[in-house]
T-cell receptor, first 111, second 118 residues
C-alpha cells in the first residue's frame, strides 16, 4: 500500500463545477504539499500546509491531521485548470528532506 | 529572481551513452533534491544534496547513477551507460534550508529534463 493515496485517479468536469481532490496518508507528517503539473510541463507548488485551511483565488486546501487527510477544492472550474494535481508529504522530522508523492489526479475540465 | 533552472529540457541518448542533467537552484538556496518521474508513475525521490555534500542518496539506483553539487556551479545528475528504462522526466527542486516543512523554506521545482533513451 502506498504511503500517500489520492482519489480519484481521473476526474472529468464541466466548466464551472466545484471540484474536490482527496489525499490520504498513512505516515506521520510535518507538512503536506499540493502541486500542479501541466502536460509536458514543470511542477508548480500550489500550497504547503500543516494545519487548517489555505485559500488562493479559486483554490482551497484543507488538512485534518488527526484523520490524516487533505482535500484540494477548485471553485468555478475552468478548462485552464486541466492538469495533474499531486499531493506530497514531508515526513515527521523531515530529517532527510525528501517528499513522498501520491500518484496524482488527472483533471480535465471541459468547456 | 529566477526560479530553479534545469537544462537541457529534453535530452535524447542512445543506449550505452552518458546523460548529464544540470540543475541551478534558486538564488540563495543551498539544498537540492532530485526526483524521477517514470511514465505513468508518480514522482520518486532520488537524492538530496547540500553544497559539496550528499545528504541522502537512498533513492538512487546503486549503479550507473551519481550526483554532485559542487561549491561553484550547478548540481549534476549523471547517468552512465543509459538503458531504455532510464527514460523518464527528472525534476530538481531546491530549498533555502532543510526545514522544508516551514513556510518560506519549502521546495521549489524546476521545469524538468525529459530523457529519452533510444
Amino acid at each position: 500500500k502506498n504511503e500517500v493515496e489520492q482519489s480519484p485517479q481521473n476526474l472529468t468536469a464541466q466548466e464551472g463545477e466545484f471540484i474536490t481532490i482527496n489525499c490520504s496518508y498513512s505516515v506521520g507528517i510535518s507538512a503536506l504539499h499540493w502541486l500542479q503539473q501541466h502536460p509536458g510541463g514543470g511542477i508548480v507548488s500550489l500550497f504547503m500546509l500543516s494545519s487548517g485551511k489555505k485559500k488562493h483565488g479559486r483554490l482551497i486546501a484543507t488538512i485534518n491531521i488527526q484523520e490524516k487527510h487533505s482535500s484540494l477544492h477548485i471553485t468555478a472550474s475552468h478548462p485552464r485548470d486541466s492538469a495533474v494535481y499531486i499531493c506530497a508529504v514531508v515526513l515527521n522530522g523531515g530529517s532527510q528532506g525528501n517528499l513522498i508523492f501520491g500518484k496524482g489526479t488527472k483533471l480535465s475540465v471541459k468547456p | 529572481n529566477a526560479g530553479v533552472m534545469q537544462n537541457p529540457r529534453h535530452l535524447v541518448r542512445r543506449r550505452g551513452q552518458e546523460a548529464r542533467l544540470r540543475c541551478s537552484p534558486m538564488k540563495g538556496h543551498s539544498h537540492v533534491y532530485w526526483y524521477r518521474q517514470l511514465p505513468e508513475e508518480g514522482l520518486k525521490f532520488m537524492v538530496y544534496l547540500q553544497k559539496e555534500n550528499i545528504i541522502d542518496e537512498s533513492g538512487m539506483p546503486k549503479e550507473r547513477f551519481s550526483a554532485e553539487f559542487p561549491k561553484e556551479g550547478p548540481s549534476i545528475l549523471r547517468i552512465q551507460q543509459v538503458v531504455r528504462g532510464d527514460s523518464a522526466a527528472y525534476f530538481c527542486a531546491s530549498s533555502y534550508s532543510r526545514q522544508i516543512w516551514q513556510s518560506g523554506n519549502e521546495q521549489f521545482f524546476g521545469p524538468g529534463t525529459r530523457l529519452t533513451v533510444l
